[in-house]
């Protein structure tokens, strides 16, 4: 079965300072994996997506995100982050066989402020 | 370049009711997923159509059922509406080719 973890409910940086959201994910076959930002009341914006290839995978706004197959993780991160970056954050992963090909399953999501 | 359009934005149904939502995928997609996202969740998986058949189906009842045109664009109809059937609809577009997922802004629907 597919899953997803976020095991922060919230993230709380400094303006200028780094900033990781964490994400691990559980799959059969090989993953898909996505990282989308949510604004109050608002849809789901994408940020990166890993498919193949390299493992950094640089995506909008300055984020960019890690892939690591043997901890099965793929934590969003950002070197400097801004006020405006302070959001819900969702990881998402889908398998790239099965039954369940094409379905997205979500974590919980991560909220992430960023103060002045 | 249009995205996902969703229609209403906002809807407030009574127990009982039946309700439809609808989505325009963005230009070049022809796979439509719904999901549910109930508040403080993230989005759960609802169905996925393609080719105006449905062709993956999550863990929810019939009262949830679909239909996909053969402009892509598609409904979400629920029957029997309850209470817990309170949340955010979002509806995501996609194409085979690009494994890329674009959401719309959602329909808040609340079930009084």
């Known amino acids: 079965a597919q899953s997803v973890a976020q095991p922060e409910d919230q993230v709380n940086v400094a303006e200028g300072n780094p900033l990781t959201v964490k994400c691990t994910y559980s799959?059969?076959?090989?993953?898909?994996l996505f990282w989308y930002v949510q604004y109050p009341n608002r849809g789901l914006q994408f940020l990166l997506k890993y498919i193949t290839g390299d493992n950094l995978v640089k995506g909008s706004y300055g984020f960019e995100a890690e892939f690591n197959k043997s901890q099965t993780s793929f934590h969003l991160k950002k070197p400097s982050a801004l006020v405006s970056d302070s959001a819900l954050y969702f990881c998402?992963?889908?398998?790239?066989?099965?039954?369940?090909?094409?379905?997205?399953?979500f974590g919980r999501g991560t909220q992430l402020t960023v103060w002045p | 370049d249009a995205g996902v359009t969703q229609s209403p934005t906002h809807l407030i149904k009574t127990r009982g009711q039946q309700v439809t939502l609808r989505c325009s995928p963005k230009?070049?997609?022809?796979?439509v997923s719904w999901y549910q996202q109930a508040l403080g969740q993230g989005p759960q998986f609802i169905f996925q159509?393609?080719?105006?058949?449905?062709?993956q189906r999550g863990n929810f009842p019939d009262r949830f059922s679909g239909h996909q045109f053969p402009n892509y664009s598609s409904e979400l109809n629920v029957n029997a509406l309850l209470l817990g059937d309170s949340a955010l609809y979002l509806c995501?577009?996609?194409?085979?080719?690009?494994?890329?997922?674009?959401f719309g802004s959602g329909t808040r629907l609340t079930v009084v």
């Open positions: 995501a577009s996609s194409s085979d080719e690009n494994y890329g997922y674009t």
């Open positions: 799959v059969s076959g090989n993953p898909y």
């Open positions: 998402a992963v889908r398998s790239d066989r099965g039954s369940t090909l094409g379905r997205l399953y």
């Open positions: 230009s070049g997609h022809d796979t």
């Open positions: 159509y393609y080719e105006e058949e449905e062709r």
